[in-house]
């Protein structure tokens, strides 16, 4: 990996990309209400689990067979795997979360040019577009490797979510780095899984995830959007 495309995907990757991340839980503040997670172990179990059961079975194949189809530019195929990932969302938080942050990543795109027009103006189409179909345009524009984007994006989700969790738990600054450090071999299979994935098998069930986050829509204290 050269510099150029490291520094990128730290950008990607940054809690500072003003997409809005900071403000979802993704279910986590659900499961905290109803006493899932309730410590660091359990927040540890969430995370993990949040990690092997949806990211390396849904949402990281979909980034790496969008980023192919970005760099093939397959139109048709990028607007009908967008739509089949957002009517894949169980809730309603879960659809308006990614529909918002892959809306902010788009402008993000757009604002600095990054890639070139004919993508742009199919990344403009697809409405609503999914935050991580944006991501792979991002990531393709830069000239990221598969693996390296995919880890990207895998870190980016356990950060956001071990943040949320210092807030809602609580924990303390250490007890979150330990989350992420015991992470790291994680992250690794999870990515590897993920690039073994066929187009066809792609799997998001998530039962739990999907009640906690329909829950979260009228749980009378709120901390996060999702």
């Excluded at 689990?49 to 067979?65: I, S, T």
């Excluded at 690794?188 to 906690?212: K, M, W």
């Amino acid at each position: 990996m050269n510099i150029a495309e490291l520094t990128a995907l730290l950008h990607l990757a940054s809690p500072a990309l003003p997409i809005g991340a900071f403000s979802y839980s993704q279910g986590l503040e659900a499961a905290i209400d109803a006493q899932f997670v309730t410590n660091a172990d359990d927040t540890a179990h969430w995370i993990a689990g949040g990690l092997a059961n949806v990211l390396a079975n849904g949402e990281l194949p979909f980034v790496a067979h969008q980023l192919e189809r970005w760099r093939a530019h397959d139109v048709r195929a990028l607007i009908e795997a967008n739509g089949e990932f957002v009517a894949s969302r169980e809730s309603a938080e879960l659809r308006r979360e990614t529909a918002q942050m892959g809306w902010s990543l788009r402008q993000l795109c757009a604002q600095l040019e990054w890639g070139d027009a004919p993508r742009r103006a199919t990344l403009e189409r697809m409405t609503p577009i999914a935050q991580p179909t944006a991501f792979a345009f991002a990531a393709w524009a830069h000239d990221a490797a598969p693996d390296a984007a995919l880890a990207a994006y895998a870190f980016s989700w356990i950060e956001n979510q071990t943040a949320a969790a210092l807030k809602a738990v609580p924990l303390g600054q250490l007890a979150g780095q330990r989350i992420i450090v015991a992470l790291r071999p994680a992250i690794e299979a999870a990515v590897a899984r993920a690039l073994a994935t066929p187009p066809d098998s792609l799997n998001t069930f998530a039962p739990q995830l999907g009640i906690l986050s329909a829950r979260h829509e009228s749980q009378y204290s709120r901390l996060f959007r999702s």
